[in-house]
């Protein structure tokens, strides 16, 4: 059975820094892009972040871009998403995901087979 069980939010305060960690089990995902969404109140859902099945491609949203570095461990089955400067509309449920198409690297939530429940990040003043 695939899982994905996401950790490493809570409350940050603005300006400051996190890292989302995401373990997956239940099989192997080293020839799958490995991505975060996040999805505040409200609002939809949106790709933050996506890393390539090797790491060697990164795609960033624009608004996290310049304050996020998402990286992978295949080893370990494991994908993290440290974000600094932190701003008050970072506050959302963070989710990982593993791609559906064999060593893609999307960006649509459409292209995600595999979800974790997601874990809350609130950024305060």
């Known amino acids: 059975q695939v899982q994905l069980v996401e950790s490493g939010g809570g409350l940050v305060q603005a300006g400051g820094s996190l890292r989302l960690s995401c373990a997956a089990s239940?099989?192997?995902?080293?020839?799958?892009?490995l991505g975060w969404f996040r999805q505040a109140p409200g609002k939809e859902r949106e790709f933050v972040a996506v890393?390539?099945?090797?790491?060697?491609?990164?795609i960033y949203a624009d608004s996290v871009k310049g304050r996020s570095t998402i990286s992978r461990d295949n080893n370990k089955n494991t994908v993290i998403l440290q974000m600094t400067s932190l701003k008050l509309e970072d506050t959302a449920v963070y989710y990982c995901?593993?791609?559906?198409?064999?060593?893609?690297?999307?960006?649509?939530?459409?292209?995600?087979?595999?979800w974790g429940r997601g874990t809350q990040v609130t950024v305060s003043t």
């Open positions: 890393i390539s099945w090797n790491g060697g491609r990164t």
């Open positions: 995901a593993v791609g559906s198409g064999w060593r893609a690297t999307p960006t649509l939530g459409s292209e995600y087979d595999y």
């Open positions: 239940g099989r192997s995902f080293s020839n799958y892009g």
